[in-house]
Every structure is written in structure tokens, then in C-alpha cells.
């Protein structure tokens, strides 16, 4: 896509279409790095942050449930105690 630099007092400015912001989960703080003649922007979004939320989903709809029933061993069998 193709952008223009517009003037916003003393700096200058890209305009970001509403799609982009989505698709990189931006909201009204970012990062902003320069890497080898490139600008990078990064979501401030705290890692895992959702991880919790979305635990509590998965335990909802029973998929944190185990894919096979646990097959003893002969640890748990003679070794182990409580």
C-alpha cells in the first residue's frame, strides 16, 4: 500500500487504515523501533495478556480435557503414595 507523510506540527505522520490497526491488534499506545531503514510499530498488548481469559474459555467448552484416559504405570501402581 502505497502512503504519504503528512505534516502534524514540527513531525510527520502516516495514517493507518482501520483494517491494519485490526489485523495487528493496535490500540492507543505502540512500540516504535527503526530497523535497518524500516519503522517498525508493535502492539504495547502485554505478552499473554488473554491467556487467562482464554483458559477460562477453553475449560468452559470442556477442551482442556486429556485426549486419552491416563494409563497407570508401575509407579503409580506400587511406588507412589500420597
Avoid at 483458559?55 to 497407570?72: C, F, I, N, T, V
Amino acid at each position: 500500500m502505497k502512503a504519504r507523510l503528512v505534516q502534524i506540527g514540527n513531525s510527520r505522520g502516516v495514517r493507518l487504515p482501520k483494517p491494519f490497526i485490526e489485523e495487528a491488534k493496535l490500540n492507543d499506545e505502540v512500540d516504535i523501533h527503526v530497523r535497518e531503514g524500516a519503522i517498525i510499530i508493535t502492539s504495547r498488548m502485554k505478552r499473554r495478556s488473554g491467556w487467562a481469559e482464554a483458559a477460562k474459555l477453553l475449560h468452559d467448552r470442556k477442551g482442556d480435557q486429556l485426549l486419552d484416559p491416563p494409563s497407570p504405570t508401575h509407579f503409580d501402581e506400587n511406588e507412589w503414595q500420597w
